[in-house]
């Protein structure tokens, strides 16, 4: 995020806040987890791939009896989700998508055979994802946004570990996105994340917390 909290700008065009060291970085943590999660409006606006990038970690991965791409994962409440997007085009391990019950059928049909619709209930929650995800033997899963989707998940108060990494820039736009949006955090004042890390990645910087759930 920017230091003023934002992850992008309000223009059309993707802002890079991220540094190739950074992006790196990232492949690194994604290679160590099971599943990737990201909210169906980051599958619209980035039509990201989430797959690891280097063939090393990808044979590394294979060599400990890991699959060589994550378990992808997305969350959508319209259904409004595009067949091509990469996330369901790339890759060869399993694509989970959930989906209130009623809109989890319709999709089914739309998606095919591209991945599999998960009925999570009305409404749908980070527990019930999460409850059918570690059922279906995922151990670590990385959440990578957007915005709407930290929020989600930092308010259900089951995150054990943030990594966050600020770029040296302002982007001071309030119609921007920003890293998290409204709500009741049980990561308040009164009970604070503990700073485990800080890291820098040329004129980045990495914060790495662990949540009141990870501190032991």
Do not use: N
Not at 90 to 103: D, F, H, Q, W
Not at 119 to 135: C, F, I, K, S, Y
Not at 145 to 170: K, Q, S, Y
Not at 182 to 200: K, N, Y
């Amino acid at each position: 995020m920017s230091v003023d909290g934002y992850i992008d700008d309000a223009t059309p065009e993707r802002l890079r806040l991220s540094s190739t060291a950074d992006f790196d970085r990232v492949d690194a943590v994604r290679a160590g987890c099971d599943a990737i999660l990201v909210g169906a409006g980051t599958v619209r606006a980035d039509d990201p791939r989430l797959l690891i990038r280097s063939p090393a970690r990808r044979e590394q991965r294979v060599a400990r009896g890991m699959p060589a791409d994550l378990t992808k994962v997305t969350l959508t409440w319209s259904g409004d989700l595009d067949p091509g997007a990469r996330f369901f085009t790339t890759g060869e391990a399993p694509k989970l998508v959930y989906a209130p019950t009623g809109t989890a059928g319709g999709l089914a049909a739309r998606l095919g055979g591209l991945a599999e619709v998960i009925d999570a209930g009305d409404p749908l929650t980070p527990a019930t994802v999460l409850r059918d995800l570690a059922a279906r033997g995922v151990r670590r899963l990385m959440v990578e946004g957007g915005g709407g989707i930290h929020t989600l998940f930092l308010t259900a108060g089951v995150v054990d570990e943030l990594r966050l990494v600020v770029a040296p820039f302002f982007i001071g736009d309030p119609s921007a996105p920003r890293f998290v949006g409204s709500g009741v955090f049980p990561q308040a004042p009164d009970r604070p994340m503990r700073l485990e890390e800080i890291t820098r990645i040329g004129d980045l910087a990495l914060l790495r917390f662990l949540t009141g759930t990870a501190r032991g």
